[in-house]
């Protein structure tokens, strides 16, 4: 009679803690997916569609898990391996203690960790992916603004000075050194559909094709310097202005102000 009173009690046991690995591995899912609708929808800006979605189903889920409590916490005694009642806060952080005291033998039990990262990386090429197209249109656009400032140069020449010529030129080596660098460093990435029109190279009789480019914003190619330093900056209407090209400190007289103020105003 004892025997089988101990059998029943061992039996009983066995029941109740199985019974309790089946809620606990249900939980276990329930949570982990709770976390993965958690780490996705702070991807989304709130009141996006999709992010009023992902929050109703973390609603859904977060039900499931409140039932699935209910359902443990009703199995009662005894109770040797787990915790005789579990609440929310217990399971909600799946670093928590209790989750390692379930062993998870079946694969299928680890779907939504496998799930969770398959989609992450998924997201993660979907969003290089963008930032590839994003870069791409910024070349496009690029090229295209430092076109259109080539075309003004080339419109402005027809209808400047001497002086203001030597100045577009400059700043029109600059603009095709730029061009030519920045369309031999992109052509792999996007379609560059017209070729440069060197127009100020030639004017200072470089060979595109012939010579080095490397550029930044204080550096242009090698030219003749001649070609600018013999045209004079000077206006025609006034023999007192000072030519850019020579200025230096002895071109000014200081005694010409009356205080440090006027100096400012140059």
């Given at each position: 009679m004892q025997s089988l009173t101990y059998y029943l009690k061992d039996t009983c046991q066995a029941r109740k803690k199985k019974t309790d690995c089946i809620y606990l591995k249900r939980l276990q899912r329930l949570t982990s997916e709770r976390h993965f609708l958690l780490d996705l929808i702070k991807k989304y800006a709130r009141g996006q569609a999709i992010a009023i979605r992902l929050s109703k189903q973390v609603q859904k889920v977060v039900a499931k898990i409140k039932q699935s409590l209910a359902e443990y916490?009703?199995?009662?005694?005894?109770?040797?391996?787990?915790?005789?009642?579990l609440d929310f806060e217990d399971?909600?952080?799946?670093?928590?203690?209790?989750?390692?005291?379930?062993?998870?033998?079946?694969?299928?039990?680890?779907l939504s960790a496998v799930k969770r990262q398959a989609i992450q990386l998924k997201s993660m090429i979907d969003r290089a992916k963008e930032e590839q197209c994003l870069v791409k249109a910024e070349m496009v656009s690029t090229i295209k603004w430092f076109r259109h400032q080539h075309s003004l140069l080339i419109a402005s020449m027809n209808n400047s000075t001497e002086g203001r010529k030597a100045?577009?030129?400059?700043?029109?080596?600059?603009?095709?050194?730029?061009?030519?660098?920045?369309?031999?460093?992109?052509?792999?990435?996007?379609?560059?559909?017209?070729?440069?029109q060197t127009i100020f190279f030639s004017i200072v009789g470089l060979d595109k094709d012939v010579v080095e480019i490397h550029v930044n914003d204080f550096d242009l190619p090698d030219f003749d310097e001649n070609v600018l330093i013999n045209v004079d900056f000077v206006d025609d209407d006034d023999e007192d202005d000072i030519n850019v090209l020579d200025f230096n400190e002895e071109n000014l007289n200081f005694e010409d102000f009356e205080d440090d103020s006027d100096l400012h105003d140059i």
């Open positions: 916490n009703l199995v009662g005694e005894p109770s040797m391996s787990f915790p005789l009642k399971i909600k952080n799946q670093e928590n203690e209790i989750w390692r005291k379930v062993e998870v033998t079946d694969p299928a039990d680890n100045c577009l030129v400059k700043e029109g080596l600059f603009i095709e050194a730029k061009l030519l660098e920045f369309i031999k460093s992109f052509d792999e990435h996007i379609i560059v559909e017209e070729s440069v």
